[in-house]
Structure formats: C-alpha cells, structure tokens
C-alpha cells in the first residue's frame, strides 16, 4: 500500500532552519509529482511547494519563496523541504502529499515550530 513517512522538523529560532524528509512506498516513486504542504491552527491547509516527476521543475507559495527548497531522490523515493530563515509565520503542521494511483496520499503530518 501507499505509504508516506515524514520525518524531521521540530522547534527552532526566527531565522532558523529545519529539513523535512518524506519516504515514498508502495508506488512507483519516479512518476509522479511530490508536494508539500501546511497548516496552522485556525488556518486552512495550504500549498507550499511542488516539484515534478524529474525535479526540473519546482514551484513556491509566494510566502516561502526564496526560503524554502524543494527536491527529490527518485533513487531513494524521498522528497524533501529545506526551511531556510524560518519566521514565525511557518509555524504549522506540514504534510507531504502525492496524487498517485488515482488517490491522494498524505503523511502523517510533522510539526514546525518557529518561536524564540
């Protein structure tokens, strides 16, 4: 079955930073797009980065653009979110999330806490 484990993230500082990971299993990785996405209490859940099937090509929400970096190893079937200059603001449960197989597929949900 589809599986996406998260790992990583934590409490940090305002200019911090954190590196998310996200093991794929149970589909064949390489094929489809991987995206990462957030949310905050009271807020509804939002898109922060995508990346294609070959990661030539990567797109931001426009409040982590510049910061945040999104990238892929279709040999290790992982997908990754690098935090750079962490505000407050990013403080959120983060999920991977794939549309595979005709489902869409989330982990389990890491937390990100920028405070100081």
Known sequence: QVQLVQSGGGRVQPGGSLRLSCAASGFTF?????????QAPGK??????????NGGQTNYADS???RFTISRDNAKNT?????????SE????????TKAL???????GTQVTVSS
């Open 44 to 53: 509804e859940r939002e898109l922060v980065a995508s990346i294609s099937t």
């Open 90 to 97: 990013d403080t959120a449960v983060y999920y991977c999330n």
């Open 30 to 38: 390489k094929n489809y797009y991987m995206t990462w996405h957030r």
């Open 64 to 66: 982590v653009k510049g």
């Open 79 to 87: 997908v990754t979110l690098q935090m750079d200059s962490l505000k």
């Open 102 to 108: 005709g489902f869409d597929y989330w982990g389990q």
